[in-house]
């Protein structure tokens, strides 16, 4: 089992940018994809970005796309969600997950940290 530790949410105005991190750790992740899915209040959690750690292949959302960027430390094994040009709609709690090679990207599987708030003011 992978446990994950998040940081790095707040509140910030529209157009503002936040850097969220998830820091792994409990077993090798070499293998792993990582990202994040996001849940906002009476919706379902959706899933945002993910990344492989062998290649560093990545998928985004269509509705961050060219705003969010994510990148990994190998070194840290923590990987990194850069969101830039903040919006309203991006207000949720965004959830970091990571899957093994044989386990599909979907918010019901894998591995999860327990959440932070972002939250975009008008």
């Known amino acids: 089992q992978v446990q994950l530790v998040e940081s790095g949410g707040g509140l910030v105005q529209a157009g503002g940018s936040l850097r969220l991190s998830c820091t792994a750790s409990?077993?090798?992740?070499?293998?792993?994809?990582m990202g994040w899915f996001r849940q906002a209040p009476g919706k379902e959690r959706e899933f945002v970005v993910a990344?492989?750690?062998?290649?560093?292949?990545?998928s985004y959302a269509d509705s961050v796309k060219g705003r969010f960027t994510i990148s990994t430390d190998s070194t840290k094994n923590t990987v990194y969600l850069q969101m830039n040009n903040l919006k309203p709609e991006d207000t949720a709690v965004y959830y970091c997950?990571?899957?093994?090679?044989?386990?599909?990207?979907?918010?019901?599987?894998?591995?999860w940290g327990q959440g932070t708030q972002v939250t975009v003011s008008t």
């Open positions: 997950g990571a899957w093994s090679p044989s386990t599909p990207t979907r918010a019901d599987l894998g591995s």
């Open positions: 409990g077993r090798t992740i070499s293998s792993y994809r």
């Open positions: 990344v492989y750690w062998s290649g560093g292949s990545t």
